[in-house]
């Protein structure tokens, strides 16, 4: 390039105006979206939990089945017990104060894969637990399997005598 | 003399009169990041059920959808059905029977309402995290005697 033709060109160079961006039409399009997105965004999400009631005691003739009969959690003031009709396989105290909801995952992991009904279990709760915890023993439940869960009542909370 | 040329002479700007704009790319910035962000937690399918404001709601694992059906809610007060009350919990104290009077009166009355000879009609059940069971148990009797045995409990979604 000759001498002439880089003086011209720095010369052109100096003149250009700076060229500042006009962002306030940006601006504006993230002003209304951002509110318009925000009302309608769903932050908590909602799901069910489908329980079914047990059959009612002495339904059926004969009783149930070996095969038929399902395993039973119980959930009580000292812990969870898991049983199968009368025999006792496990159980699981407090810790702490507090149910071992993951103790009572691997149990039952553990003790499903020796049972023949790999797919129903029975939470029997007892009065006096609350309803958090009664949803917790159901999803350790479901983790470790069990595709259906039944809900019944345990044993009702003796009241003090006057 | 000096009203005619004063007309030429170059006028220093003041600068207190200049146009001043402000520095938006720290604003952009943020507006991108905030768009983005809503955009990943949005969720086109929404919630057809709006859990009652006097409750909370346990949370849970299960990811299973909520279809419409007949809303009972628990709170620490009182039953609703469809948010309208229908037995205090202090009402239900006051017997140990597992079938709680009012509320199967009630039901029997929307099923009579509605008719059919469904066996068994799902109802969707809110109740708040700290209530005792021995409620629900019995509220949960009293829906499947009068033939709403498809029960679901509303939870909400752990992440």
């Known amino acids: ?162 | 003399m000096t009203s005619l040329t004063s007309g030429f002479v170059k006028r220093k700007r003041d600068p207190s009169q200049e146009i001043v704009r402000p520095q938006l790319t720290s604003i952009i910035d943020m507006m991108v990041f905030l768009l983005i962000f809503i955009l990943k937690t949005f969720s086109t399918e929404g919630n057809i059920i709006t859990p009652s404001a006097d409750l909370l709601l346990p949370y849970s694992a299960s990811k299973d959808k909520a279809s419409a059906a007949l809303m009972i809610e628990i709170t620490k007060q009182a039953v609703l059905v469809e948010g309208e009350p229908v037995v205090t919990l202090a009402e239900m104290e006051e017997n140990d029977s597992l079938l709680v009077r009012p509320l199967f009166s009630y039901l029997e009355k929307k099923v009579r309402m509605v008719g059919g000879e469904k066996k068994e009609r799902p109802a969707i059940i809110q109740c708040d995290k700290n209530i005792d069971f021995k409620y629900l148990k019995r509220i949960l009797n009293t829906c499947a005697r009068a033939s709403y045995s498809d029960f679901s409990l509303l939870v909400v979604q752990k992440e």
């Open chain 1, 1 to 162: 390039m000759s001498f002439i033709a880089q003086a011209k060109q720095s010369r052109v160079s100096r003149l250009a105006p700076e060229v500042d961006l006009d962002m306030t039409p940006i601006m504006n399009l993230f002003v209304i979206l951002v509110p318009s997105l925000v009302s309608i965004a769903v932050f908590v999400h909602i799901a069910v939990i489908s329980v079914t009631l047990p059959p009612a005691a002495g339904a059926g003739m004969g009783g149930p089945k070996k095969a038929d009969l399902k395993l039973t959690v119980s959930v009580g003031e000292p812990g969870f017990v898991i049983s199968l009709g009368d025999s006792l396989l496990d159980s699981l105290p407090k810790v702490t104060g507090k149910f071992d909801l993951p103790g009572l995952a691997n149990s039952l992991a553990r003790i499903r894969e020796r049972l023949a009904n790999k797919d129903d279990v029975v939470v029997a709760v007892d009065d006096g637990i609350i309803f958090d915890e009664v949803v917790s023993a159901m999803d350790a439940g479901r983790q470790s399997g069990f595709s259906r869960v039944s809900l019944a009542g345990g044993a009702p909370k003796k009241k003090d005598k006057p």
